[in-house]
């Protein structure tokens, strides 16, 4: 490596996405979007040859999933679940038939007609308020991308050709593209597009190479065979360093090496701390696939387990069945471990059947959630029968979405009660101390949260709703996110609400929002009297370790100061010197974050 010269040096961020760091030369790979530069009207003589042209591109696509599904490496063989979606997707009607069904009707060329279905089914996705399982869109676009490769005759660039120990640059990797990466070859990826819930990024988690996606432009600022610099965890890259810099960036993937290791090393141990309190570390999930990897992280349960993904897949309803087969085998899995199912958790809008109303000016304040399914009844009680099913084969808890208030309470417990009396009446067995909680994500079950505690058996808290409902900001507006403020002593304040509400008649509260896996948050939430964390599951083992190096007391202490600052800068401030003695255990990402 030479030294670089000032004058060029550049420094890009980006959204870190996988932790470590890597310096090496850059390989730039073109990834770019397929322009469709033809649009046309076919003929009637043509249609024929043209669905037959698109079909051998689908037939194409998943051949070559199929491959990599093969060849996936031991290490995210646990991610397979990923590409079986690709071939889900291939398989849609909204995708496949549609677009058949286009070439016919509209007589229009296969780009054109496949490009106005994925149109259609983005405008499915547009409505979805969960940024995670909005994110899933990106999984749709990359497989039309891959047909529209196949159809314009372009072959991407190939990783197989690469033959030294290079960092890849390009404008987007798909979790296909990922899970055929030579780590032997490839030490890291940076990409102009991308988000930290994607595929591509969890994938590069189990993968443990450095990533950084969202850099908007890297693909036109760097060079092939540039050096460059990437930093996992804060999501800075830079461009033709000088030597100094090098050298300081050596150090630091030094600690974070040991770092990791030791994180590794004690993620089975109990999240209790140093003076005997003892807070549950539970993961989120959505599909059946990972609850492998949530047990290897040291999970003690399911937090929060959500069921939509049955219902996007296809374009009808799922069966009974079909969700009970699903519930049973995570529920299996995590034996004798309890497992929190959160029920339908979507609008009528994502349903392709005679149900859909008219589109929602504001969905997320319309007909979703718990509102959809006491008005669906005939789709809760399929839910709810496969909940309690497959409860009769381990510890189930059942989460009802965005409760408003007492009413829908009660109605929930009338149809559940309707429901386990059908099953005593075919002999069915079920779980008949079955636990029935709230998820509190909308301000007025806070200010209810006492009236609400004695009609159920757990809360759970979704910070992420409730931030967005008690601050009145919409964070997926780049204009606005910057008000999403988890400190903000309204924040604070509702939480504690909402726990002494619980405590007066004894039952628990969990936490299941990005709240849980932020450890500068762990002590408010301890200090509050949270008895459950739920999260992401690559972020429990730095909890755990966080939650072992406090005590319970200081906890308390540090949140009655907190209770007298007046701002969520205050606080923030506040939790950045308590938590410096922890710089070394916690390591430089956390604190990055905070400061930037």
């Not at 770019?32 to 033809?38: D, E, G, N």
């Not at 071939?87 to 070439?103: G, K, N, P, S």
Request: proline letters at 4%; hydrophobic letters at 40%.
């Amino acid at each position: 490596m030479t030294k670089g010269d000032p004058q060029n040096i550049t420094k890009l961020r980006g959204i870190a996405v996988s932790p470590g760091i890597v310096i090496g030369k850059a390989h730039i790979i073109d990834r770019s979007r397929v322009r469709i530069l033809y649009q046309y009207i076919i003929g009637d003589e043509k249609v024929k040859n043209e669905v037959e042209r698109f079909k051998e591109a689908l037939n194409a696509a998943k051949e070559q999933i199929t491959t990599l599904k093969n060849r996936m490496p031991d290490s995210i063989k646990q991610h397979a679940f990923i590409l079986d979606a690709y071939l889900m997707i291939l398989e849609d009607t909204m995708f496949a038939d549609a677009t058949i069904q286009r070439i016919l009707d509209e007589k229009i060329n296969a780009e054109w007609a496949l490009k106005k279905s994925v149109q259609s089914i983005g405008r499915l996705f547009d409505q979805i308020d969960d940024a995670y399982i909005k994110e899933r869109f990106n999984d749709v676009e990359n497989v039309a991308e891959r047909i529209l490769r196949y159809l314009s005759g372009k072959d991407p660039d190939s990783f197989n050709e690469i033959n030294e120990r290079v960092i890849i640059v390009a404008h987007d990797l798909s979790p296909a593209d990922t899970s055929a990466l030579n780590t032997g070859k490839i030490m890291g990826f940076i990409t102009d597009v991308g988000g930290r819930t994607s595929h591509t990024a969890i994938m590069a988690k189990s993968l443990k190479i450095p990533a950084v996606v969202g850099l908007e432009s890297a693909t036109l600022k760097i060079h092939d065979g540039e050096i460059l610099i990437v930093d996992g965890n804060s999501g800075e890259v830079i461009v033709n360093p000088d030597d100094e810099t090098i050298i300081h960036y050596q150090e630091r993937q030094f600690q974070h090496e040991r770092y990791e290791s030791s994180i590794a090393r004690d993620s089975h141990l109990p999240a209790r701390t140093k003076d005997g309190h003892h807070v549950a570390t539970m993961a989120n999930i959505e599909f059946v696939e990972e609850v492998v990897m949530a047990k290897d992280h040291g999970a003690e349960g399911i937090g929060l387990y959500r069921t939509e993904y049955h219902y996007l897949r296809g374009d009808k309803v799922p069966s009974e069945e079909e969700l009970f087969e699903a519930y049973k085998q995570v529920v299996e899995i995590m034996a004798p471990a309890p497992v929190t199912i959160r029920t339908l958790d979507l609008g009528g809008d994502k349903f392709s059947t005679g149900m859909t109303p008219a589109k929602e000016v504001n969905p997320a304040l319309g007909l979703r959630a718990i509102r959809f399914c006491l008005k669906e009844r005939d789709i809760f009680k399929d839910q709810l029968r496969a909940i309690l099913r497959a409860s009769a084969f381990g510890n189930i808890k059942i989460l009802i979405p965005m409760i408003s208030g007492l009413q829908e309470v009660m109605e929930t417990k009338q149809i559940l009660n309707e429901v386990k009396a059908d099953l005593d009446e075919r002999g069915i067995p079920y779980d008949r101390n079955i636990k029935l909680g709230l998820m509190i994500e909308v301000p007025s079950a806070v200010s209810v949260a006492d009236i609400l505690a004695k009609n159920v058996d757990f809360f759970s808290i979704g910070t992420n709703d409730l931030i967005q409902y008690a601050l009145a900001i919409d964070r997926i507006n780049e204009h606005v996110a910057y008000m999403y403020q988890p400190f903000h002593p309204a924040i604070l304040r509702m939480i504690r609400q909402v726990v002494e509400g619980a405590k007066t008649v004894g039952i628990p509260v969990a936490l299941c929002g990005e709240m849980a896996e932020d450890p500068f948050c762990t002590v408010c939430l301890l200090g509050l009297g949270i008895d459950e964390l739920s999260m992401n599951s690559a972020g429990i083992p730095l909890i755990k370790k966080l939650i072992r190096s406090l005590t319970l007391s200081e906890a308390r202490k540090d949140l009655q100061k907190i209770f007298l600052l007046d701002t969520a800068e205050e606080v923030r401030e506040y939790m950045l010197k308590r938590m410096e003695p922890f710089k070394s255990e916690l390591g430089n990402k956390p604190f990055y974050r905070l400061m930037h």
